[in-house]
T-cell receptor
Framework: SQQGEEDPQALSIQEGENATMNCSYKTSINNLQWYRQNSGRGLVHLILIRSNEREKHSGRLRVTLDTSKKSSSLLITASRAADTASYFCATDVMGNTPLVFGKGTRLSVIA | EPEVTQTPSHQVTQMGQEVILRCVPISNHLYFYWYRQILGQKVEFLVSFYNNEISEKSEIFDDQFSVERPDGSNFTLKIRSTKLEDSAMYFC??????????FGSGTRLTVV
């Protein structure tokens, strides 16, 4: 079964706008993580939210988790051109078990 | 900030040849992983390693693959006889217990 499916697949916004990306998953989880990947580069861990948490903030990032709907969202506020990247959610079923990644959302922030 | 280091950044190899991808995880991390990403596709789990042994592996991680932690710092992925479809970015990652992963920058493997 597919875990961690993001939508939209692609998102294009103007600098200064907010970007919202969503992630849905199918099974119960221990935690959900968001990663960023610049083209052809490695994955950068952004934020981890545990199953007993509902919201988490880190700088301009805000992540929510709704375990009843098996969904999460990543909000980037006041976006910058440097935020242009692909964003992936990944689910961890039991803690330190293999992450299951979605296909990602390609975010383009236009200056 | 501590980082996971992978070498080489790019490797080109002939089909059928053996390759070894190298990783230096973060020193106090206990869990080590290899993932791969075929161009344009999802990041896929290959294998996890904890307490000096494989803890989980995926269907992709068949007999052609092996991992080793030969000393206290290195973590290697070996592909014995490469196939064209092994061409991908290979990412090493490490983590503490119940924390997010730190990924390396990846090795781009091209099998010709």
């Amino acid at each position: 079964s597919q875990q961690g499916e993001e939508d939209p697949q692609a998102l294009s916004i103007q600098e200064g706008e907010n970007a919202t990306m969503n992630c849905s998953y199918k099974t119960s989880i221990n935690n959900l993580q968001w990663y960023r990947q610049n083209s052809g580069r490695g994955l950068v861990h952004l934020i981890l939210i545990r199953s007993n948490e509902r919201e988490k903030h880190s700088g301009r990032l805000r992540v929510t988790l709704d375990t009843s709907k098996k969904s999460s969202s990543l909000l980037i506020t006041a976006s910058r051109a440097a935020d242009t990247a692909s964003y992936f959610c990944a689910t961890d079923v039991m803690g330190n078990t293999p992450l299951v990644f979605g296909k990602g959302t390609r975010l383009s922030v236009i200056a | 900030e501590p980082e996971v280091t992978q070498t080489p950044s790019h490797q080109v190899t002939q089909m059928g040849q053996e390759v070894i991808l190298r990783c230096v995880p973060i020193s106090n991390h206990l869990y080590f992983y290899w993932y791969r990403q075929i161009l344009g596709q999802k990041v896929e789990f290959l294998v996890s390693f904890y307490n000096n042994e494989i803890s989980e592996k995926s269907e992709i991680f068949d007999d052609q693959f092996s991992v080793e932690r030969p000393d206290g710092s290195n973590f290697t992925l070996k592909i014995r006889s490469t196939k064209l479809e092994d061409s991908a970015m290979y990412f090493c990652a490490s983590s503490e217990q119940f924390q997010g992963y730190t990924f390396g920058s990846g090795t781009r493997l091209t099998v010709v």
